[in-house]
């Protein structure tokens, strides 16, 4: 079945400092989105991207796709006690229903 | 306002009493689906359905039953509960966009089976 790594599992940062987690897979994709779930909520859907080399941001958050879709990374600029969570990504195969998720990467923030 | 409702929110049975976690949505979504979470595990995805009598397996799916009698409402059956199904439990619509488009989450169902 699909593979899809997710580096780090844990990042621990201090307030203001930047965060990256990345996402590979074994396969070429057809998309990927990324979420974040707060401690004790649901996962919330932060963006998809489509295209080869794709980049786009959410005030602070950098999203990237890889030239040859099988990566994917997210940035956080000068983090905020509001970023804790576990942010995920979710990947789906060209002609495949099934959405493949990460195992997390879970940040934590200093003060 | 558009949500996907779980219930109940948390269970504890015991090894081998049949139930069921029940969920619905609001936003006419086409595509459901089932995950459970599990530390270190991520979320892996149980059953889905892309439309009315339409369901497939997901990755984990042995020892679940689904349904998906009505477009709103996709039902988790667990026949016969183990305490390895013991976990956390979400829900999630979104229309059917041929593999793609934001997923709608329940608040989720912890389940534990003695």
């Known amino acids: 079945g699909q593979q899809v790594m997710q580096i780090p599992q844990y990042q621990h940062v201090q307030e203001g400092e930047d965060f990256t987690t990345y996402c590979n897979s074994s396969t070429t994709l057809s998309n990927i989105q990324w979420y974040k779930q707060r401690p004790g909520g649901h996962p919330v859907f932060l963006i998809q991207?489509?295209?080869?080399?794709e980049v786009k941001k959410q005030k602070r958050l950098t999203f990237q796709f890889g030239e040859a879709k099988k990566n994917s990374s997210l940035h956080i600029t000068a983090t905020q006690t509001t970023d804790v969570g576990t942010y995920f990504c979710a990947v789906t195969n060209f002609g495949n229903e099934k959405l493949t998720f990460g195992t997390g990467t879970r940040l934590t923030i200093i003060p | 306002e558009a949500q996907v409702t779980q219930n109940p929110r948390y269970l504890i049975t015991v090894t081998g009493k049949k139930l069921t976690v029940t969920c619905s949505q609001n936003?006419?979504?086409?595509?459901m689906s089932w995950y459970r979470q599990d530390p270190g595990l991520g979320l892996r995805q149980i059953y889905y359905?892309?439309?009315?009598?339409?369901?497939d397996k997901g990755d984990v799916p042995e020892g679940y039953k689904v349904s998906r009698k009505e477009k709103r409402n996709f039902p988790l059956i667990l026949e016969s509960p183990s305490p390895n199904q013991t976990s956390l439990y979400f829900c999630a619509s979104r229309p059917y966009l041929s593999g793609s488009g934001p997923q709608h989450f329940g608040d989720g169902t912890r389940l534990s089976i003695l």
């Open positions: 936003m006419n979504h086409e595509y």
């Open positions: 359905s892309m439309n009315v009598e339409v369901t």
């Open positions: 991207l489509v295209k080869s080399g």
